[in-house]
């Protein structure tokens, strides 16, 4: 398992992150190791399977994008395929019509702009490999930032709901912040180096599963009482 680099500890972040690392070392390890494994699905794949995790459990996330790809693996055969098929391999996760349409338009909009290959993203800065990825359809800020950061080595700090919340209960962002705020002050507590961006992530989103629906609200407390 790669070290994925460690937060300087000089900064407040840096010793939660270490202190979350000390308390839920396996945790953590599972969360890095998924992330690790994120880079051998390709840009479109990930980006598939992120749209299909809305509102559902790893365990049928994982599942479900595989029974996809078992019919379709380029973005051209997705662009073409009838909403029935998708939406039948697609159908064990929450809101399934609905991502089906989804997929179909994303895979439509990755072949008719860039013929069908996102690779070229590798040599975009990251302010316009940004722009590039979230004009697709629905593909929002915290999409576009899992692709760049895992696949692309963009150092960009990908916020989801559980980073969002605890961002917030540590204290580190104010209770007025919107995602993309809480990014860029994450972004700003960090050095450019997209290993440590991801052990920053990958900490805060295994505290927010651990502590999510009011869960070890004591360990919580701990964290945000680091100075």
Do not use: C
């Not at 690790?36 to 840009?43: C, H, I, L």
């Not at 996809?68 to 159908?91: G, Y």
């Not at 809101?95 to 338009?105: C, D, E, F, N, S």
Request: charged share 30%.
């Amino acid at each position: 398992m790669a070290d994925f680099g460690r937060v300087p500890q000089v900064t407040r972040l840096g010793r939660i992150v270490a202190e979350i690392g000390r308390l839920l070392p396996e945790k953590i390890k599972w969360h890095i190791e998924r992330f690790e494994q994120f880079k051998d699905k390709g840009p479109f794949k990930l980006l598939i399977q992120i749209v299909l995790s809305h509102q559902t459990t790893i365990k049928i996330e994982d599942l479900t994008i595989e029974q996809l790809w078992s019919k379709f693996t380029l973005p051209e055969q997705l662009a073409r395929a009838k909403f029935e098929e998708v939406d039948a391999l697609i159908k064990n996760v929450n809101y399934h019509p609905t991502k089906a349409r989804r997929i179909i338009q994303i895979s439509r909009a990755v072949t008719e702009k860039w013929g069908g290959d996102l690779n070229f993203l590798h040599r975009l800065p990251l302010g316009r490999s940004l722009d590039e990825l979230s004009s697709l359809p629905g593909v929002g800020r915290k999409t576009a930032a899992i692709v760049l950061l895992s696949i692309f080595d963009k150092p960009i700090m990908p916020v989801d709901t559980n980073v969002f919340r605890v961002t917030k209960d540590l204290r580190l962002a104010s209770k007025k912040d919107d995602p993309e705020t809480v990014s860029k002050k994450l972004e700003k507590m960090l050095p450019e180096d997209p290993q440590v961006i991801a052990r920053a992530h990958n900490s805060l989103l295994t505290l927010g599963q651990a502590t999510s629906r009011g869960r070890n609200r004591e360990l919580l407390e701990r964290l945000r009482s680091i100075g």
